[in-house]
């Protein structure tokens, strides 16, 4: 460097210390929310001063699944519909961590259906993060949990005729106790919901709807991403307390937005200390993954 060269910023992007930024440019296509919902996740470690080395991101595979390789935290890039069952694991081993699971709605409903409703039905202390764009987008476009009825993706060229996922419901009915949606536009309701489910003792959820231009637009013949998010702006109603059952998304119809569930209710650790604390005569205690009685 030449001496009278200008310093270097000591931070050259606003979310330098948040993201990686020698991974940048990212993979997402023009105008696919998923860098959005990645956006407001970091302002919401921002803003509620969450120490970064507590935090843990984990992700399993698809568009979604890439965010835990772009946060500068710890994070684990999973395998496919096991991000859920892998952020338990790190939870019951290092109970002080905030575990976030952030990643689609193939991974989470679709592939790992399964390990969502029992970690909700446990009450697992972890967040999870869905961002939903209706259908299988990195493997190419099939039909999803949540692919709306008469959507086109791959493998329904001829409309789904597949109920979908209503995944508020899903979350509620299994036991979470903190449920919100947001589409990704609505950053600062976002944002709000994301710090709101970092801070939740609990299963938190909260489901990101966002457009995928590349795919499911195309398919459909519904423009570009931008075009749904005009869609999103006509059509999305916000509605806080919203009876779950009511949340159903049909195809280019409206969505219903807001925070649906914020309850509270032992968790999983909880329920387990006070049982075998009962049965050891309350001297039974786990923390750090480690048992002491």
């Known amino acids: 460097m030449r001496a009278d060269a200008p310093a270097k910023p000591a931070i050259e992007h606003p979310m330098e210390s948040l993201l990686r930024m020698d991974r940048i440019p990212h993979i997402w296509c023009p105008t696919c929310g998923i860098g959005t919902a990645v956006t407001a996740f970091a302002s919401a470690l921002e803003e509620n001063e969450i120490p970064l080395d507590s935090v843990s991101v984990v992700s399993g595979i698809g568009c979604t699944g890439r965010v835990a390789g772009y946060m500068k935290l710890d994070s684990y890039h999973t395998t496919h519909g096991r991000a859920v069952p892998f952020a338990v694991g790190l939870h019951l081993a290092k109970p002080s961590l905030k575990v976030v699971v952030f990643s ?10 399964n390990h969502f409703i029992h970690t909700a039905r446990r009450n697992v202390d972890i967040t999870v993060i869905c961002v ?51 589409t990704a536009l ?3 309701r976002m944002t709000k919901a994301f710090g709101e489910a970092l801070n939740k003792k609990g299963f938190s959820f909260v489901e990101v709807i966002a457009p995928c231009s590349t795919l499911y637009a195309r398919r459909n013949r519904l423009g570009t991403g931008l075009d749904l ?14 009876d779950p059952n009511d949340l159903n998304i049909g195809f280019q ?14 968790t999983f650790l909880d329920s387990m200390n006070e049982c075998y604390g009962k049965s050891l005569g309350e001297k039974y205690e786990i923390y750090e993954g480690a048992a002491h009685a």
């Open 253 to 266: 119809e409206k969505i219903i937005c807001g925070k649906f569930v914020d309850i509270e209710k032992p």
């Open 104 to 113: 689609g709605d193939g991974d989470l409903a679709g592939i790992g259906g």
């Open 132 to 182: 939903n764009n209706f259908l299988y987008a990195m493997t190419g476009g099939q039909v999803a949990a949540t692919t709306p009825v008469s959507a086109n993706t791959s493998t329904s060229p001829y409309g789904n005729f597949e109920q979908p996922f209503n995944l508020p419901l899903l979350a509620q009915s299994c036991g979470a106790v903190y449920v919100a949606r947001w």
């Open 229 to 242: 998010m005009k869609f999103y702006h006509d059509n999305s109603e916000i509605r806080h307390g919203a």
């Open 186 to 188: 609505h950053i600062r």
